[in-house]
């Protein structure tokens, strides 16, 4: 834990008092999103302090052209960026000419901010100094709207308290914004149109490029005391900016509110030469709502979201907070309503890490929208996949592979591989099993059998003809042998048989085959469609059997375990308790030449595999590696620490389980890795639902069947949460002494608790002591 001033709550994130150096954390904790765009919770008013300006529009992006010392063949050419957006929540605000700066004033008072994840909504509210000694008081209210998912709205109240005032507020759109981060200091956007009706203002722009295009559009009123001002505004505006400025006088005590509506029509949506057209539209359609109305209307759409996924535990605020504030996030990121879109490792809160979409969609995301949403949502990210085929066989053809072999980008946004550290462009090659594993999850859980013969089988077929072509066959060792490789512990490069790659290569490769024959044998005109359009020969599937057949594992006899890669039991073994804590995280402190010579590992590398594949091994088998990759676990990915309580709890090692728990939930809102003011941990968000859920929860599909093996926290008094399984909602509570289960659907299922197969009725409470 490096920061402790979220206050505890069950249903908001609260922080109290101004503090500058917490200003650019809070403005990642405090982020909004509603799936379509999102921002950080920057202050409307103008800020001199230190901040990350950051609003995203999802789906756009800039291609940064690619920039290091030492060019290499098969580098990508450029790294996808996620674009900073046009900026719609500014307002300036001028008290008796002076400007209403937090950073600049005399004095802050009563700051609070609440994000309330139940209803969705950001507030902020303080008492003011200014230099010219005029004390105000405001209050900001602004949520991102998911029933008009084009349109945020913000009301702004100013108060005098010290005397009569000279209010001067100006609501503006700018398009003359930076991204944080750039490789060459590029222009993202191109401004062409700047314009103002009696229906708003409206900034068009285009990314350059890719050529997105966006209208930015605004829309204001005032109050005074509740009751309607009729202030026409002055207009100004330049190639990137347009005003509006109200001159108010408003008496002491008075309450001048500003209500404003703003957001982004795209291209994605709309006709690119329409786009005002639908932002006037979208402006009359919240307008004839009005504020108060829209605000229900969010109110009732998280309910709708919460009321399935929520996850509630009993006796421990700082975990129930935790695991809401993941779902928020995940829920703010992406609602599964747009197949052309997938869940960034940092959503909408922050530009670190580029591209949209990495192998935490696969590993992570799925089971969490599968389960809170259904399998359409699921089945849309298999898709996004699938329609990008072609690119991941253009991926893997610039590297040297051939015949249809297609190696999937480690970050994209259109399906090209966009990230320029060789080391994981060339060698994170793992993950190209998280997508094969998908889709076998997604068929274990869902019993959706329709997408693989419709469209995964060619995804399947081109991955394990990568993995065919990417092993080599060792003289010395008489088996096949991938090397030059990273596995998912990035603090190795470089080295030869990571077992989790040769594992999980084997196994794709299995399950290929596996389902060649069974669609052969069941749906034979996919069958003959798929071998026509693969070319796809008898004699080639012998030849990926040899392989899978005949794959090295490195193994310890000593230490019964397989070795995570050739040389792990070369390095100095000193366990991660031993380390200096002023020296962590290490990727901070240390060289890498350093990090990649220790032990240490950065998230679940053997252990992922033990995760994926938990019926393969023996619980003893589980134990010996669980007990001895653990100890030189750094956890300094965000990924880490959910796998880790997952296994953990499997092991009956409860403790440790809920240690993992706390910081897997409480991973931003806590900064245990010093970078939460880069913006949020989306992705691995997921797998803090996957830490209760098939942790502590013990949540498992066997033989068809849902199963679970529930355990609970001794900090705990009780815990539940829904799963949507086959189309039937299954409620989960356990407590101290037993475990209830409530079925919502429309007819009776069986299930299995603690090996047990138990029978559950439509809305009849069945209790296992």
């Known amino acids: 834990m490096n920061q402790d001033y979220i206050k505890p709550d069950n249903w908001s994130l609260i922080e109290e008092g101004f503090e500058p150096d917490r200003v650019k954390s809070s403005e990642s904790l405090f982020s909004l999103g509603n799936g379509a765009m999102g921002q950080r919770a920057n202050f409307e008013e103008q800020y001199s302090g230190p901040t990350f300006q950051g609003s995203y529009i999802a789906g756009v992006y800039y291609p940064d052209k690619t920039r290091v010392g030492w060019w290499k063949n098969g580098y990508p050419e450029y790294f996808a960026k996620v674009l900073n957006a046009p900026n719609w929540i500014g307002i300036n605000v001028t008290i008796n000419n002076e400007p209403l700066d937090l950073y600049q004033c005399k004095s802050v008072d009563d700051f609070r901010r609440e994000l309330n994840m139940k209803e969705g909504w950001y507030k902020r509210s303080f008492v003011a100094t200014l230099n010219n000694d005029v004390k105000i008081k405001a209050e900001v209210l602004r949520f991102l709207?998911?029933?008009?998912?084009?349109?945020?709205?913000?009301?702004?109240?100013?108060?005098p308290l010290s005397g009569d005032a000279e209010i001067q507020v100006q609501p503006?759109?700018?398009?003359?914004?930076t991204n944080e981060d750039t490789n060459w200091d590029d222009k993202f956007w191109d401004?062409?149109?700047?314009?103002?009706?009696?229906?708003?203002?409206?900034?068009?722009?285009?990314?350059?490029?890719?050529?997105f295009y966006a209208c930015t559009f605004m829309n204001a009123h005032l109050q005074l005391d509740g009751r309607p001002l009729d202030s026409q505004p002055r207009t100004s505006k330049?190639?990137?900016?347009?005003?509006?400025?109200?001159?108010?006088?408003?008496?002491?005590?008075?309450?001048?509110?500003?209500?404003?509506?703003?957001?982004?029509?795209?291209?994605?949506?709309?006709?690119?030469?329409?786009?005002?057209?639908?932002?006037?539209?979208?402006?009359?359609?919240?307008?004839?709502?009005?504020?108060?109305?829209?605000?229900?209307?969010?109110?009732?759409?998280?309910?709708?979201?919460?009321?399935?996924?929520?996850?509630?535990?009993?006796?421990?605020?700082?975990?129930?907070?935790g695991i809401r504030f993941n779902i928020f996030h995940l829920n703010q990121t992406y609602l599964g309503t747009d197949a052309h879109?997938?869940?960034?490792?940092?959503?909408?809160?922050?530009?670190?890490?580029?591209?949209?979409?990495?192998?935490?969609?696969?590993?992570?995301?799925i089971p969490f929208y599968m389960a809170t949403k259904d399998q359409h949502v699921a089945r849309n990210l298999l898709e996004y996949r699938y329609n990008h085929l072609e690119k991941a066989i253009e991926n893997a053809e610039k590297l040297g592979f051939s015949n249809g072999a297609a190696l999937y980008p480690m970050v994209t946004m259109n399906g090209e591989e966009c990230h320029n550290e060789w080391e994981i462009t060339f060698e994170e090659i793992h993950r190209n099993g998280a997508i094969a594993f998908a889709i076998f999850?997604?068929?274990?859980?869902?019993?959706?059998?329709?997408?693989?013969?419709?469209?995964?089988?060619?995804?399947?077929i081109a991955i394990a003809r990568f993995w065919h072509q990417r092993a080599t066959f060792s003289n010395q060792k008489n088996k096949y042998v991938i090397l030059g490789v990273t596995g998912p512990n990035e603090y190795e490069n470089n080295v030869n048989n990571n077992w989790y790659t040769n594992y999980i290569a084997r196994w794709c490769i299995e399950y290929t085959i596996e389902n060649i024959s069974k669609i052969k044998t069941e749906y034979e005109n996919d069958f003959m469609r798929i071998m026509h359009k693969a070319k796809l020969s008898e004699a080639e599937i012998q030849k990926w059997k040899n392989v899978a057949n005949n794959m090295y594992f490195p193994y310890s006899e000593e230490h019964k375990i397989f070795l995570q890669q050739d040389g792990f039991l070369d390095k100095e073994l000193i366990a991660v308790d031993h380390l200096d804590k002023a020296q962590r995280p290490i990727n901070q402190y240390w060289s890498w030449d350093r990090i990649l010579r220790s032990p240490y590992?950065?998230?679940?590398?053997?252990?992922?595999g033990f995760y994926f594949f938990e019926d393969h091994f023996s619980k003893e088998q589980l134990k010996n590696h669980f007990d001895f990759y653990e100890p030189f676990t750094v956890h300094e990915s965000s990924l880490s620490p959910c796998v880790h309580s997952i296994l953990a709890a499997n092991l009956g090692q409860i403790d440790q389980a809920y240690a993992f728990y706390l910081r897997t939930s409480r991973l931003d809102l806590d900064d245990y890795n010093k970078e939460v003011h880069e913006g949020l941990?989306?992705?691995?968000m997921a797998g803090t639902w996957m830490s209760v859920v098939e942790g502590f929860g013990g949540m498992r599909v066997r033989n068809n069947k849902l199963s679970f093996n529930p355990s609970i926290p001794r900090e705990w008094r009780s815990y539940s949460f829904k799963v949507n399984f086959r189309g039937q909602i299954i409620k989960v509570i356990v407590n101290k002494t037993e475990t209830l289960l409530e079925l919502e659907g429309e007819h009776e299922i069986d299930v299995i608790i603690n090996g047990n197969l138990v029978k559950i009725t439509p809305d009849k409470l069945v209790t296992i002591v």
Not at 205 to 211: G, Y
Not at 602 to 608: P, S, Y
Not at 681 to 684: K, Y
Request: glycine share 8%; proline share 1%; net charge negative.
């Open 145 to 159: 709207s998911l029933s008009h998912d084009e349109v945020g709205a913000i009301e702004y109240k100013i108060t």
């Open 172 to 177: 503006y759109i700018d398009s003359g914004i």
């Open 191 to 211: 401004t062409f149109d700047v314009s103002v009706d009696d229906e708003g203002a409206f900034i068009q722009s285009r990314t350059m490029k890719t050529h």
């Open 238 to 321: 330049n190639s990137t900016y347009v005003s509006f400025t109200y001159d108010i006088n408003v008496k002491k005590e008075q309450t001048l509110t500003l209500v404003k509506y703003g957001g982004y029509t795209v291209d994605r949506d709309h006709d690119k030469y329409e786009l005002i057209t639908a932002a006037k539209q979208a402006l009359a359609n919240v307008k004839n709502l009005g504020f108060e109305a829209l605000l229900e209307h969010q109110q009732k759409a998280w309910k709708a979201i919460w009321d399935m996924a929520d996850i509630t535990i009993e006796g421990d605020q700082k975990a129930q907070q």
């Open 341 to 365: 879109l997938n869940i960034g490792p940092k959503g909408f809160t922050g530009e670190k890490y580029g591209g949209s979409t990495y192998w935490d969609t696969e590993a992570y995301c």
């Open 441 to 460: 999850n997604y068929h274990r859980y869902t019993g959706d059998y329709s997408y693989i013969p419709e469209k995964g089988m060619e995804v399947l």
């Open 601 to 608: 590992i950065k998230q679940a590398d053997v252990l992922q």
């Open 681 to 684: 941990h989306i992705t691995s």
